[in-house]
């Protein structure tokens, strides 16, 4: 259990450096889970706009959001400004998520509900719009920071850190919200709190841009300029990506499609309707699976140096199985916080996979350069993300099908017996069924360790061989 390789003093990434792509990837983080936690409070609870209006207003721009994502990636690879490919992108996208989620909280309270609900809709369009702007360059550029594969895992995992420890403070909006300094209105409290959160998004943002360096500009300044269909398709053309991609859209599907079903069977079967207990063990289970998502990082890293980063994904998928199955005895009503045991199980086995996915695209990008001479961050980060974006949007619409297929009634005090066993069956059952495939998927993955430093050392070769021998440029 020794790492087969030393990561080499000119691929570490200064710690600075580290800490502030940390403190970027914290933008897209409290950003984005601002407003789809916030919004549905402030539109329609407090604002009176119609629940069925704000679905629509909230779902839109999300699909235009995976929509652009691949056109941001390749116009992003293609850039070839003096502060090279993704400063640039970094810093007006940065600007720009200030603006347009200060913008989203500022609508005239004077509007009847239909304007608000318009309001509302141009805002978050624009929103999700500029979020682009700056999450696939800013994950571009994790993917290029180093070459070194145990230097990559480190950097998503100070990522990873950083940006759970930021989404910890998301609870205490509302809460700041509804402090007394605003005179009891909630409106004006979250239109003046997320002013303060806009300006330290910016700020963020920007200490990212100015102080992570890119270390491809060099190498790309003279890389031809590829149309966005044609780096589409190579990506589709990419058997690694693709058995990477599958597997953990496969992940993401496995749980969006039983999306809110545990929170269902936590009132309804364990707690038979007692929403104030069925509360407080949610509270608490929310609790751990943030605690145990930040400190999963140390032992995620530590694994992963010693075993790999696909080894350290496929225990991911096996404690991920392990905690969905483990939950047949302990939906217990006589014990209802054995339930404790599955939500650390599956909070370890998210981060570890989900902390090392980028650093495993950044491999495949690697690989991608070795038979194409090509680098195209830009492009994967974007593909990956538009499959989760539209896997999710998928299985969350076929989510609520599912539900209805049980039998569950909306809005009734109690469920019946029949249904409160489908929504067992499903929720235990699917998940580790998708986890399975996806680990079927892993096991053939090709990017080990040994094969991901041969790959750097080939690079590194044609770079020295393409390099003018020394003294040629005086001569």
């Known amino acids: 259990m020794q790492p087969h390789h030393t990561t080499d ?36 609870k407090e604002l009176g706009v119609s629940q069925i209006l704000f679905a629509y207003a909230a779902a839109f721009p999300r699909l235009w959001d995976a929509v652009i994502d691949p056109f941001l990636g390749n ?7 003096r502060y090279g490919r993704r400063i640039p992108f970094l810093v007006v996208g940065g600007i720009l998520i200030g603006i347009a989620f200060w913008l989203l909280w500022t609508v005239p309270r004077d509007w009847n509900p239909d304007w608000m609900f318009g309001y509302f809709a141009v805002t978050s369009l624009f929103f999700y719009t500029v979020v682009p702007i700056y999450a696939i360059p800013h994950g571009a550029l994790g993917l290029e920071m180093t070459d070194d594969y145990h230097e990559k895992t480190s950097l998503f995992a100070f990522a990873s850190f950083i940006g759970n420890v930021g989404a910890l403070t998301l609870p205490w909006v509302y809460f700041l919200a509804n402090r007394p300094v605003f005179g009891g209105d909630v409106v004006n409290g979250i239109k003046w709190v997320c002013l303060g959160m806009s300006v330290m998004l910016t700020a963020a943002a920007l200490l990212c841009a100015f102080v992570c360096k890119e270390r491809k500009q060099h190498q790309t ?3 031809k300029r590829e149309k966005i269909w044609e780096s589409f398709k190579t990506t589709y053309r990419n058997p690694t990506f693709l058995r990477l991609v599958a597997a953990f859209v496969l992940l993401i599907v496995g749980f969006q499609l039983v999306m809110g079903f545990n929170n269902f069977i936590t009132i309804f079967y364990l707690y038979d309707g007692n929403t104030d207990a069925a509360s407080t063990l949610m509270a608490h289970n929310g609790t751990i699976w943030a605690v145990v998502g930040i400190l999963g990082i140390f032992p995620m890293t530590w694994l992963s140096k010693r075993l790999g980063k696909r080894t350290t994904v496929l225990i991911a998928f096996a404690l991920i199985t392990a905690g969905n199955l483990v939950k047949i005895v302990c939906y217990n009503k006589a014990l209802p ?35 194409s001479g090509m680098r195209r961050e830009g492009i994967y980060f974007a593909v990956y993300n538009w499959w ?25 005090k109690m469920q019946s017996q029949a249904t409160l066993l489908w929504l067992r069956v499903w929720e235990i059952g699917l998940p580790p069924v998708l986890c399975v495939i996806g680990v079927l998927l892993l096991l053939k993955y090709p990017l080990t360790e040994a094969r991901s430093y041969e790959i750097k050392a080939i690079l590194q070769a044609r770079k020295r061989d393409a390099a003018p021998p020394a003294g040629a440029a005086g001569a």
């Open 221 to 223: 300044a003279h890389q």
């Open 75 to 81: 116009w992003s690879d293609n850039c070839r400004s």
């Open 337 to 371: 916080y054995l339930t404790v045991i599955p939500t650390v199980c599956l909070s370890l086995g998210m981060v570890f996979a989900f902390s090392l996915v980028n650093a495993m695209i950044s491999d495949v990008c690697d690989e991608d350069e070795l038979h």
């Open 388 to 412: 989760w974006k539209v896997a999710v949007s998928i299985a969350t619409i076929l989510s609520g099908y599912l539900q209805h297929f049980t039998g569950f009634v909306e809005g009734a």
């Open 9 to 44: 003093a000119t691929d570490r990434i200064p710690f600075t450096q580290k800490i502030a792509y940390g403190l970027g990837a914290v933008v897209t983080i409290v950003a984005v889970n601002s407003v789809l936690q916030l919004s549905s409070l402030f539109y329609v």
